[in-house]
Every structure is written in structure tokens, then in C-alpha cells.
T-cell receptor, first 116, second 112 residues
Framework: DAGVTQSPTHLIKTRGQQVTLRCSPK?????VSWYQQALGQGPQFIFQ???????QRGNFPDRFSGHQFPNYSSELNVNALLLGDSALYLC???????????????FGAGSRLTVL | GQNIDQPTEMTATEGAIVQINCTYQ??????LFWYQQHAGEAPTFLSY????GLEEKGRFSSFLSRSKGYSYLLLKELQMKDSASYLC?????????????FGAGTQVVVTP
């Protein structure tokens, strides 16, 4: 059973460029959340997608946008890259309609973005 | 908003016990999670508490006191492979299934 897969694993960009990161959720999951993890910090919530719509958003500027496809996979786009965008970007999948409160997020290994 | 505090680093000897504390301030508390993250890898789920008390799962146990805004993760019979960062995360609100607020993580170093 494949878990959450992300691509690319590493990438280097320069300031002002744009980047697209991709995520395939765990089999059977329908909800994708994106997190940014700076070095030495915990993950910070960016946004969540369900049924191809953004359902919740964290405190991130509009330069961060996303998309979810009919097969539940998702993309994270970041425009006008800043040095401070350098981080590990984690994708997590889960089930939207789960009655139990213990709706556990399954994380991918992340995409390491370096902005020069 | 939410404020989550945990120690930056802890060192312990193989075979010993380590307790990682986490304090939080939040409104609409709806569960506390512990994740383990090895360097360069995905965070993996360890435990979930929503009611007060102790949840035991093998060598790992997690405790919650909602009135005190306090949780701890207890790691027993430490093994070298337990060297990792341990993340405390809180969920708030009934419509926030995917939104967790994480602490900065506690780096546990297990020595021989």
C-alpha cells in the first residue's frame, strides 16, 4: 500500500522564480493538506484541499496557491519566490468524512526547496 | 491563536526512559497528536489524545490534561533508533480535520 508520495525531493530556485510541487495521497484518502517546515521548526499549515476546493487556509500570502485533481492528487505553487521560502514542504493526506476525532494525517517525506 | 511549547533537545541513554513535555494554549481544543520525525523523513504518527488520561502503545505512552493544557510523551526502553525529533501538535475546532498546529519539536538523542 503506497503511502504519500511527493516530487521532486529536492530542488533549487532563484529569487523571483516560480515552483510547482506535487503530491499523491495515500490510497483511499481524499483530502490533502500542505505544510511548510523551516529548518529546526515544526510544520506550519498552508492550506487543505477536498473535492478540488481549498477548504482551509493558514497564514500564508496569495503567492502560495494550490490545486487538487479528480484523482485526489494535488499541487502546491509558489510564485515570486523569496529567500524565506526555503523550507521542506510536506504534503499530508487524510479522510474528510471520518466520524472519529482521531483523523490521522499521513505525511509524505517532503520536497526540499532552496531559494538562492 | 495557539501557542505550543516543548523542549528543544533531550539526551538519554539506551534502555532508559525519557519524558517529553508539551504545553499548549488554544481555544476549541479538539485533540493532541504526537509525531516522530527522523532527519530527512516524513513525520509518522505516534499517538492521539482527546480525553484526559494516559494512552499506552507499546514502548510509547502519551498523557493529556486538558485543564492544564499539558501533555507528555513517554518513551521507555530507549533504543538507538528512537533518536529523532518528536512533534507535539494540537487540533482546534470541529471543522479542522487537516489543520494541526505544531510545536517546534524536541530532538531526542539516544547515546550508547
Amino acid at each position: 500500500d503506497a503511502g504519500v508520495t511527493q516530487s521532486p525531493t529536492h530542488l533549487i530556485k532563484t529569487r523571483g522564480q516560480q515552483v510547482t510541487l506535487r503530491c499523491s495521497p495515500k490510497s483511499g484518502h481524499d483530502t490533502v493538506s500542505w505544510y511548510q517546515q523551516a529548518l529546526g521548526q515544526g510544520p506550519q499549515f498552508i492550506f487543505q484541499y477536498y473535492e478540488e476546493e481549498e477548504r482551509q487556509r493558514g497564514n500564508f500570502p496569495d503567492r502560495f496557491s494550490g490545486h487538487q485533481f479528480p484523482n485526489y492528487s494535488s499541487e502546491l505553487n509558489v510564485n515570486a519566490l523569496l529567500l524565506g521560502d526555503s523550507a521542506l514542504y510536506l504534503c499530508a493526506s487524510s479522510l474528510w468524512d471520518r466520524p472519529s476525532g482521531a483523523n490521522v494525517l499521513t505525511f509524505g517525506a517532503g520536497s526540499r526547496l532552496t531559494v538562492l | 491563536g495557539q501557542n505550543i511549547d516543548q523542549p528543544t533537545e533531550m539526551t538519554a541513554t539506551e534502555g532508559a526512559i525519557v519524558q517529553i513535555n508539551c504545553t499548549y494554549q488554544t481555544s476549541g481544543f479538539n485533540g493532541l497528536f504526537w509525531y516522530q520525525q527522523h532527519a530527512g523523513e516524513a513525520p509518522t504518527f505516534l499517538s492521539y489524545n482527546v480525553l484526559d488520561g494516559l494512552e499506552e502503545k507499546g514502548r510509547f505512552s502519551s498523557f493529556l490534561s486538558r485543564s492544564k493544557g499539558y501533555s507528555y510523551l513517554l518513551l521507555k526502553e530507549l533504543q538507538m533508533k528512537d533518536s529523532a525529533s518528536y512533534l507535539c501538535a494540537v487540533r482546534a475546532g470541529t471543522d479542522s480535520w487537516g489543520k494541526l498546529q505544531f510545536g517546534a519539536g524536541t530532538q531526542v538523542v539516544v547515546t550508547p
